[in-house]
């Protein structure tokens, strides 16, 4: 049986999912971002449980088919822009349309009816913010990133990265370090 669930996007959430199935009882063959499947089926009033103990940490059952789809979407998006080494070569439309098995149109109707952003300003967010950690953890530098992250140049990047945040990626950056300054300074 495969149970979805919503603002299930990080490692840490698996974790709390995977404590709150054993103490229930529940035996999972695997937890991923957005899914769990267990192996035996859930009584409702197990799953009624499952979601009060689950609530106490943001994370929501799912049971309408559109929102599942929706959370689908979302954790391939944030599994494949903060999670993978590498972005997938072939266009995201067709690389989401093929892991979920619909028609992209129609994956992207349903998507921005319901979330009032289209997948690709979801992708681009994502993206942005994936950035953003990057230039924080100081690690690679902008061409680097931007190779990363599949951009077609540094420029384009940079300016995606304005347009969303409103700053540049060096101002972002020298904004980082006069905070940690300022906090040497204390």
């Known amino acids: 049986m495969i149970i979805y669930i ?3 996007v990080s490692l ?3 974790m709390v999912v ?4 054993q103490n229930l009882g529940l035996h999972f063959v695997n937890v991923d971002l957005g899914t769990v499947e267990i192996l035996e089926d859930i009584s ?3 799953r009624s449980q499952l979601d009060k103990n689950l609530r106490r940490y943001g994370l929501i059952l799912l049971d309408d088919k559109r929102k599942i789809i929706i959370e689908k979407i979302k954790s391939i998006i944030v599994e494949m822009v903060h999670y993978s080494d590498e972005l997938p070569s072939v266009n995201y ?3 989401i349309s093929e892991k979920l098995g619909y028609d992209y149109t129609y994956l992207a109707n349903i998507f921005s009816e319901v979330k009032g952003m289209t997948i690709q300003n979801f992708i681009i967010l994502n993206k942005i913010e994936r950035v953003k950690e990057l230039l924080l953890y100081d690690e690679l530098n902008l061409t680097e990133i ?3 992250l599949n951009y077609s140049s540094v420029a384009h990047l940079s300016n995606q990265f304005k347009k969303v945040t409103g700053l ?3 101002y972002f950056k020298k904004l980082k370090k006069e905070r940690f300054r300022n906090l040497e300074d204390l």
Do not use: A, G, I, V
């Open 6 to 8: 919503k603002f299930m």
């Open 44 to 46: 409702q009033l197990q």
């Open 18 to 21: 995977k404590q709150e199935l």
């Open 12 to 14: 840490r959430c698996k």
């Open 146 to 148: 931007s190779y990363k």
């Open 168 to 170: 540049t990626p060096s």
């Open 93 to 95: 439309s067709d690389y």
